[in-house]
């Protein structure tokens, strides 16, 4: 049996899927939002801002798999002697950083929706199943939303990047092994 | 027939015939009241536009709709997505080419009372120097001495090359492209 240290108790497979999947999808459509705004009015914006909002929907409910998840199955607590080291403040920015992030899961991409909406575009999902308006057109509503989508979205990447930098920090700097707990494949 | 009644038939005749005179006097189009809008499918989503400007010279008998005319213009400038970049678009050569063709027309060459207020209107349809027959159902509804004019047709946006280049691509932007309208009409005779 090898040291806690060295070798904490890992997540579960489904919840390591569910964690790398949307890492990547996140990143990936965060990155299309971002690229797709620039674009000229073409065939290739409308598309890539039909792709955004069924990714976003597909994340939404992927996001509400995770969290029911999550609520049904207690993660692996942090080994003790970590536990014990780590200060007040960052125990409270572990704990913080990860309710805000799912808090974001489904903010941003309800915003999203809801921008959509009031702007007149619904969402047909995948080109052919239509998804409920939940707040009606009205285009100075649509303008209301709008930079609350961008803002989270925005928040949402900030906090990743402090999510990615704490897990290198433990990596590279405290060498305790903690990222073994979500690294995919068998150890 | 004696010369008497001879001639009070011919006065009958003639009244009746002013009387028809007052009938087929033209109808009023009440733009202000009325509105013609357009859905379009862009990647399966319904997206709705209207036309701002249009104005119709009707002659309508609903007791004769076979002798009717009725001719519509439309101002393709006027059209609006209701999004600024995308009505920037719009008046471009690729969509409605406005400084070319800068009114879409209809010509009516038939119309066929089918009862209970609905009538069947064919004629001649004009976009951007393409022209169609189209056979549009409209139903009469009245309140008073107002008239509305309500129906629903469908076109093809390629007919009228209405979208070109790369926004032919009907898996983009569909082909079919329904037009819905409600014309406010004043001075129509009694259904």
Known sequence: ?187 | MNLRQFTVSLLLAAASLGGSGVVLAQQKLVPAQSEIVFVSKQMGVPVEGRFKRFDAQISFNPAKPDTSKIAFTVDTGSATLGVPETDAELPKPIWFNVPKFPQATFQSSGVKGLGAGKFEVAGKLSIKGFSRDVVVPVTLTQNGAATTATGTFSLKRLAFKIGENEWSDTSMVADDVQVKFKLALTGVGKL
């Not at chain 1, 620039?38 to 969290?67: C, D, E, M």
């Not at chain 1, 970590?82 to 808090?103: E, F, V």
């Not at chain 1, 619904?122 to 707040?135: M, N």
């Not at chain 1, 285009?139 to 990447?157: C, D, G, Q, R």
């Open chain 1, 1 to 187: 049996m090898s040291s806690p240290n060295t070798s904490p108790e890992r997540y579960g497979l489904t919840a390591i899927v569910l964690h790398w999947l949307l890492a990547i999808a996140l990143i990936g459509l965060f990155a299309v939002g971002v690229y797709m705004t620039g674009l000229p009015f073409s065939p290739q914006r409308l598309k890539l801002y039909n792709w955004h909002k069924w990714a976003g929907v597909t994340i939404l409910a992927l996001s509400l798999l995770r969290l029911l998840w999550r609520l049904t199955h207690q993660p692996p607590a942090l080994p003790p002697a970590m536990a014990q080291a780590m200060p007040r403040w960052q125990h409270w920015a572990h704990h913080g950083t990860h309710h805000a992030l799912y808090g974001l899961f489904f903010a941003v991409p309800l915003l999203g929706w809801a921008y959509s909406s009031a702007a007149g575009f619904s969402i047909v999902l995948f080109g052919v199943l239509p998804l409920p308006d939940f707040v009606a057109t009205d285009k100075a509503l649509a303008e209301t939303i709008k930079p609350w989508h961008e803002v989270s979205a925005y928040v949402m990447a900030g906090l990743v990047l402090l999510h990615v930098a704490a897990a290198l920090k433990h990596q590279l700097i405290d060498r305790d092994g903690l990222i073994g707990r979500m690294w995919p494949g068998r150890r």
